[in-house]
């Protein structure tokens, strides 16, 4: 069994709580996504994991052990991060083989030889053995960085934004290969992200993160549906969640509610609805539209289907099912009716 728990654990640098009593658990055979901005944590939480810091306070566990005092060699944890961190004069079978020839492991070359081959051949690099790390594209670098945690066949994986240098369509490229060699491999992986479509593309659960805080740890399809708050909410989809003051409805509101929340996806335009608003912006993305709407001051964006046809400055009204939409408190905490 392949498992992280973290309890309680807290870590500041001079006078910023980097990470603030964090508790949670990476099962065996899972990939986590820590999500959130710069500052938030998150590598943070995974440098403390790895032991290359020492938390203040708190306990973390891999397999059942207390490793919180342990040095990084005594983890069995392998890093990725952003940055590739190859060695530039190696080739790429050299910069696979170099974890592996550790005295500590006692293998021959043989045996280095079937690791690193396997490895390449999982994330098809196997025809750029050979090739001096120099000669590389990103995609191809980042795939050196992440083999060569590989083939340490360690306990845990924690990657640190890997794929956020690279351009978006090797991005997506990289991720639905990495999430398959995950599940082949039954690997358990921490990843760090603040891209929330890799967030849900990949993750089993995802963790929000706020200011070192743990905010909502859930699944992707229930932290996107029932977010509880409105920092949460805005963390998934895209475009990003409307939110208005709660006067702009005139009956079914709980009397704490501030605001409401609802997807664009589940808005509805039309000759009636709910709210009246004017069209400000038309977006054509080809498979759908996105449509900006001034609503008393407000902004407020719609997707709808590429064959409906709308035009600028129209009056127009705007439905939400009731059940779409979300209320939250003056402090955007999520409230029920």
């Known amino acids: 069994m ?8 807290s870590k500041s640098f001079k006078r910023v709580e980097a990470v ?16 959130g901005p710069t500052g938030a944590g998150k590598t943070t939480t995974l440098r403390l994991i790895a032991g290359l810091e020492t938390a203040d306070s708190g306990s973390i566990y891999i397999d059942g052990r207390n490793v919180t005092n342990l040095q990084p060699a005594e983890r069995d944890v392998a890093f990725v991060f952003q940055q590739y961190s190859l060695y530039p004069r190696y080739t790429v079978f050299d910069n696979l ?4 020839r550790s005295p500590l492991r006692n293998l021959n ?3 280095i030889k079937e690791i690193v081959h396997r490895v390449a051949q999982t994330l ?3 025809d750029k053995l050979r090739n001096k790390a120099t000669q590389l594209s990103g995609g191809e670098m980042q795939r050196v960085a992440i083999g060569r945690a590989l083939v340490r066949d360690p306990n845990i994986f924690l990657m640190d934004e890997p794929l956020s240098s690279l351009d978006a369509k090797l991005r997506e490229e990289l991720r639905l290969e990495l999430k398959n060699i995950q599940v082949k491999l039954g690997a358990t992986i921490l990843f760090v992200t603040h891209d929330h ?13 706020k200011e070192g805080e743990l905010v909502q740890f859930d699944t992707p399809d229930e932290i996107y549906n029932n977010p509880n708050s ?22 079914g509101i709980p009397a704490d509610a501030e605001f409401i929340a609802f997807r664009p996806e589940n808005v509805t335009l039309g000759s009636s609805g709910l709210l009246k608003a004017k069209i400000e912006t038309i977006q054509n993305l080809g498979v759908e539209k996105i449509v900006s709407l001034s609503l008393s001051g407000e902004t407020v964006r719609a997707l709808v289907k590429p064959d409906v046809t709308l035009n600028l400055d129209d009056d127009i009204h705007v439905d939400i099912p009731r059940e779409d939409i979300m209320f939250f408190d003056k402090n955007s905490e999520r409230v029920y009716p």
């Open 197 to 209: 479509i890799e967030a849900t593309t990949m993750a089993d659960h995802i963790g929000v993160l």
């Open 124 to 126: 098809h690099i196997e």
């Open 20 to 35: 603030k009593s964090l508790s949670f658990s990476v099962k065996h055979g899972e990939l986590v996504v820590l999500l």
């Open 230 to 251: 409105i920092y949460v909410a805005q963390k998934l989809g895209s475009p990003k969640i409307n939110v208005i003051s709660s006067n702009q409805l005139d009956a």
């Open 97 to 100: 083989a170099f974890p592996l």
């Open 2 to 9: 392949s498992e992280i728990r973290l309890e309680n654990i």
């Open 109 to 111: 070359k043989g045996e």
